[in-house]
């Protein structure tokens, strides 16, 4: 019997949701494709690592994600509500 956490069963349903959306483009293997901006007009499209998604911060994306647009994403890809400039300096430290 094991213990499921909350973040760790929505970062799934993302990446599943990701990787089907992805498969068709340039992403390689180990990588998604994420949409980052706070408007339509200027999300700008990020290959990440999926390892991206055990970090807690990204996690509170993902769950900020969720609030805004569900499980429906408008770029046909996973698109996170987030200012760019913002997004970058975070990804920086995952590294």
């Not at 089907?20 to 494709?33: E, F, I, Q």
């Not at 690592?49 to 994306?61: G, K, R």
Request: hydrophobic share 40%.
């Amino acid at each position: 019997m094991g213990i499921r956490l909350p973040g760790v069963l929505r970062a799934r349903q993302f990446l599943r949701r990701a990787i089907l959306t992805s498969m068709a483009t340039d992403v390689p293997k180990g990588h998604l494709a994420v949409y980052v901006g706070e408007n339509q007009t200027t999300k700008k499209r990020y290959v990440v690592p999926v390892s991206f998604l055990n970090q807690a911060t990204f996690q509170e994306l993902l769950s900020r994600a969720e609030e805004e647009n569900g499980f429906v994403h408008p770029m046909g890809g996973l698109t996170i509500p987030c200012n760019e400039e913002l997004f970058i300096n975070l990804t920086a430290y995952w590294h």
